[in-house]
């Protein structure tokens, strides 16, 4: 523990004159879509994108049953700096027609080449019949710090959920972004690849209170939906350790992108490893895949 801390003070050390180029919006489910920031002169922009993926997944924690989503935001960019966003989120087989609707903004700084960073407030909004595990937390405020060793990228994230629970997490992600010299139809295409490998500290408060909002719930995954099922017990020896501070996941991911100067597709695959999952998820290692489309106008 003494070594995380040291490691995570040290790294907000390095990232305190950072200037992001992505949004950690969806937590480690959504591919995060590339501020219009990263280059010296700030334009104005809007982007459009919309996500597809295997499985819903929130700071390393998955239900279940897999839950396939989609997934569709628009970002606006200003010359400042600050940016506003808007989404929806919808989980395939689930009764909504939407099942989360997410606002939110933020402020992108520079303040070296190599330093970056972001800070932002988002706020969830649930149907109530939501599947999603994260319902029980409806804001987030996002400090993000990154600094670009050119070996590799590290990036710091400290995110606070609130609502009907509190959790506190510390994302780790180191990440080598490289691009090919080469195109692939004519001179404005080419490939690019991040590939990166990620850590994440936190509590799981958000997972005893999902199980109270949703009774009977856990039990009808297991059994696909058998609505003759008793409601479980409530389970409060997992309360006491789900508010202690633990690594919950580590993972590894490749995305690959094709991108041309206002577009870009990405396909990513994603090797999750839980850790210290409480006992009503138990969550498995899982292979994530997501494909994403974005457009850009300047």
Same mark, same amino acid.
């Given at each position: 523990m003494k070594r995380?801390?040291?490691?995570?003070?040290?790294?907000?050390?390095?990232?305190?004159?950072?200037?992001?180029?992505?949004?950690?919006?969806?937590? +480690?489910?959504?591919?995060?879509?590339?501020?219009?920031?990263?280059? &010296? &002169?700030?334009?104005?922009?809007?982007s459009v994108g919309a996500s597809v993926g295997s499985d819903a997944q929130f700071f390393g924690r998955t239900g279940l049953v897999k839950y396939?989503?989609?997934?569709?935001?628009?970002? *606006?960019?200003?010359?400042?700096?600050?940016?506003? *966003?808007?989404?929806? *989120?919808?989980?395939?087989?689930?009764?909504?027609?939407?099942?989360?609707? +997410?606002?939110?903004?933020? $402020?992108?700084?520079?303040?070296?080449?190599?330093?970056?960073?972001?800070?932002?407030?988002?706020r969830f909004i649930f149907n109530k019949n939501a599947l999603i595990i994260k319902s029980a937390s409806s804001n987030d405020i996002n400090f993000s710090n990154s600094y670009d060793w050119k070996i590799l990228k590290s990036t710091v994230t400290l995110d606070y959920l609130f609502g009907e629970s509190s959790d506190v997490f510390v994302t780790i992600n180191n990440s080598k972004y490289f691009e090919t010299n080469w195109s692939i139809f004519d001179d404005k295409d080419y490939l690019s690849f991040n590939p990166g490998?990620? &850590?994440?500290?936190?509590?799981?408060?958000? &997972?005893?209170?999902?199980?109270?909002?949703?009774?009977?719930?856990?039990?009808?995954?297991?059994?696909?939906?058998? /609505?003759?099922?008793? /409601?479980? /017990?409530?389970? /409060?020896? $997992?309360?006491? $350790?789900?508010?202690?501070? @633990?690594?919950?996941?580590?993972?590894?991911?490749?995305?690959?992108?094709?991108?041309?100067? @206002?577009?870009?597709?990405?396909?990513?695959?994603? $090797?999750?490893?839980?850790v210290n999952v409480e006992g009503i998820l138990n969550n498995r290692r899982e292979s994530f895949y997501n494909l994403t489309f974005y457009y850009v106008f300047y």
């Open positions: 995380f801390c040291t490691l995570f003070l040290f790294s907000i050390y390095l990232n305190a004159g950072a200037h992001a180029g992505t949004l950690n919006i969806f937590a +480690d489910t959504i591919p995060k879509k590339t501020a219009d920031t990263d280059t &010296v &002169v700030r334009k104005q922009s809007i396939p989503f989609f997934n569709s935001d628009v970002i *606006y960019n200003a010359k400042s700096g600050f940016f506003v *966003y808007g989404s929806i *989120y919808k989980v395939f087989g689930s009764i909504p027609l939407i099942d989360e609707t +997410d606002v939110g903004g933020g $402020y992108l700084y520079r303040f070296s080449p190599k330093f970056t960073g972001n800070i932002s407030y988002t490998f990620n &850590v994440i500290f936190g509590t799981q408060n958000f &997972v005893q209170k999902y199980s109270q909002n949703h009774p009977g719930k856990f039990d009808d995954e297991r059994n696909y939906g058998d /609505p003759y099922l008793i /409601p479980p /017990p409530v389970y /409060p020896q $997992y309360a006491g $350790y789900n508010s202690e501070f @633990h690594m919950l996941n580590y993972s590894f991911k490749i995305p690959i992108a094709y991108n041309r100067p @206002h577009y870009t597709f990405e396909f990513s695959y994603k $090797y999750s490893i839980p």
